[in-house]
């Protein structure tokens, strides 16, 4: 299994302002996820992140607001812009397991960032 | 499109079964998942099984699949307090794709 952390584990921000979440997997993955879940709510997928490329985002969210770095195999950031209220949420970062032939079917998560905009 | 729909709360007395349930909607969903979420905390994968299965058990836990009727199911027997917690189904059409999650199912285990 793999094994994630993300930084911080919680903060609270002003309106206007931005932060950014860190990622680290203790292995190589190819694909990594941030996630949203807010309050009360279930999991949204808000973009894959490949490395050597431009993160893909879902329907619903933009690169302006929710900019992605991936710089190597085991690391990503996801940049919460120009905060509002309404991005008071927990974001997990998620990666699929390597398996054999790098073909996974296990996707772990990491413990989230509880983020409160005030 | 794909959904995923679950019961949002179930309670149970301590030292039953526990079932959770999860209906989805997409008949091309290639593995369905079973997440568990305690208070405060990340996702924790409990389990998962291949839509060409229809059981799968690992130790107190025991996972139905009715792939005709698009039924997953979830038995912890034994049920313990540090059960509690928000159970998540969720499906993935293919490798590499993403995951659609159910709402979860908040289970409490009375003493």
């Known amino acids: 299994s793999a094994v994630i952390s993300q930084k911080p584990s919680r903060d609270i921000c002003q309106r206007g302002t931005s932060l950014t979440i860190q990622c680290q997997v203790d292995s190589q993955v190819t694909m990594m996820f941030w996630y949203r879940q807010q309050p009360g709510q279930s999991l949204t997928l808000i973009a894959t992140?490949?490395?050597?490329?431009?993160?893909?985002?879902e329907s619903g969210f933009v690169i302006d607001k929710f900019p992605i770095s991936r710089p190597n195999l085991t690391f990503s950031t996801l940049t919460v812009s120009n905060m509002s209220p309404e991005d008071s949420s927990i974001y997990l970062c998620s990666v699929q397991g390597q398996g054999g032939f790098g073909i996974s079917y296990e996707q772990y998560f990491g413990p989230g960032t509880r983020l409160t905009v005030t | 499109g794909e959904d995923v729909e679950q019961s949002l709360f179930l309670s149970v007395r301590e030292g039953d079964s526990s079932v959770i349930n999860c209906t989805y909607t997409d008949s091309s969903s290639t593995y369905l998942y079973w997440y568990k979420q305690e208070p405060g905390a990340g996702l924790q994968l409990l389990t998962y099984?291949?839509?060409?299965?229809d059981m799968k058990q690992d130790q107190r836990l025991t996972v139905l699949l009715n792939k005709k009727d698009k039924h997953l199911s979830l038995r912890i027997a034994d049920t313990q307090t540090g059960d509690s917690a928000i159970y998540f189904c969720?499906?993935?059409?293919?490798?590499?794709?993403?995951?659609?999650f159910g709402p979860g199912t908040r289970l409490s285990v009375l003493p």
């Open positions: 099984i291949f839509s060409n299965m």
């Open positions: 969720a499906e993935r059409v293919s490798y590499g794709q993403n995951f659609v």
């Open positions: 992140a490949n490395q050597g490329s431009e993160a893909t985002y």
